[in-house]
């Protein structure tokens, strides 16, 4: 598709920089004894003049456009020339979002597949994003049904943006630490089996994000992060195996130190022998990464679930809250059983719920916080009145129904700052 010219008046925009100045400033940035970005943009296809435009005038030299093909009704994010520039006809940037494996664990062939298919259909630009764990293609209009085709038949998808379920997250889990409770990259696996419409239809009031993370030092910042959190904890009192105990102390371990690290009061020491309260233990996991493997996390294994967090949203930054404490995971067989717990009340109750009742653009925090949290309980969980009264008549102190297990792994100052941070979110709510 060749692109026309668009009517463009001059006296609307400001004049582009002079050619030498770009061309001056790009140059300097392939200068220096690092790697230029300039220079490795140079080797692909992309406009990397209209690259130089914006850094010199200060502003982006691309406008929102948008992009269509049958099929593909999510996942196509699409710019242009801004008229600023002065390029007549525009140049179009389109990028496909690519649902990738799970922790964005690659295999060399995958790897070399989507090198050729952004060769092949883009510009040959790939974009790999940590946090969102998205694989970003460029790809050249004419040809995003081939991408598409090209994708399907190495078995990926493209999808995630709108108003969808967002890439899915997992933390690497068993895959590479020894900490994960249950294995995070076959729950994020059967999330797609079972949700797949939901990534590739936009059809919510806005976004929605599922994360999973193997315990609860929650490293994707899931809790913060995610609309749906799936943290591995257990219950009851860390399993403590005293053989190795002895030799982390004999090795210079420090049990003092261990016993005032717990933010609880959880553990004891006669002496010869310590001791973890399990119903004090809030599982902030200090215990366990301070002595691991002499302690580990407790035999009674199962997920915590939780709801509702989001770094921008409506009414500001919020932990996500504890909606289900516990479904127990008895054996690794069991994860999908247990998943399903879940999907009964997030994919059958919740979600159903939010779609009929959400504003446009909230979160499902938002709403929670809108409809209240005992009403969320009540009418979206549809939780039976008993459980909801309990879960929000619970006390401070019992950190999983009120803050969440992040919480008890900030420092003084940061629980100070997001509770203060809350509280005015909550204030401009009002
Ligand atoms: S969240 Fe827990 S299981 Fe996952 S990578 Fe971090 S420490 Fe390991
Ligand atoms: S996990 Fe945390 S709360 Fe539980 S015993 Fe260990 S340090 Fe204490």
Known sequence: ????????????????????????????????????HVTELKKTKYPVYIYGMGLVAGVTPWATSAA?????????????????????????????????????????????????????????????????????????????????????????????SGDVMRNTVSCPGPLLCPYAIYDTLKARDFTYSCLIDWATYPQFPYKIKFKYSGCPIDCLKAQARADYVVIGTWRGAPDIDNERLKQWIEEGGDVEELVKSCPTGAISWDGSRLNIDGSKCVKCMECIRRTYPAIKPGREKGLTVLVGGTIKSRTGPKLAKVLIPFIPLPSPDKLEEALMTMFQVIRDRIVPKWDEEGWRRERIGDTLIRVTWHRFLSDFAKFDPDLAAKITKAKPTEPYYTYGITFFNMSEEQKKKYLEDLEKAMESWQ
């Open 1 to 36: 598709m060749a692109s026309e010219e668009l009517p463009i008046d001059p006296s609307l925009w400001p004049e582009p920089p002079p050619k030498e100045k770009v061309e001056e400033y790009l140059a300097e940035l392939e200068k220096g004894p690092w790697p230029s």
């Open 68 to 160: 269509k093909a049958p099929g593909i009704y999510s996942g196509v994010l699409s710019r242009m020339s801004h008229p600023w520039t002065r390029i007549n006809p525009p140049i179009f940037e389109d990028h496909a979002r690519v649902l990738i494996p799970s922790a964005q664990v690659f295999t060399t062939t995958l790897l070399r597949f989507l090198i050729e298919a952004s060769r092949r259909y883009g510009w040959g630009l790939m974009q790999f994003i940590g946090g969102t764990g998205d694989v970003v293609l460029n790809v050249v209009r004419e040809k995003l049904i081939e991408l598409d085709v090209f994708l399907r038949r190495i078995g990926l998808d493209i999808g995630g």
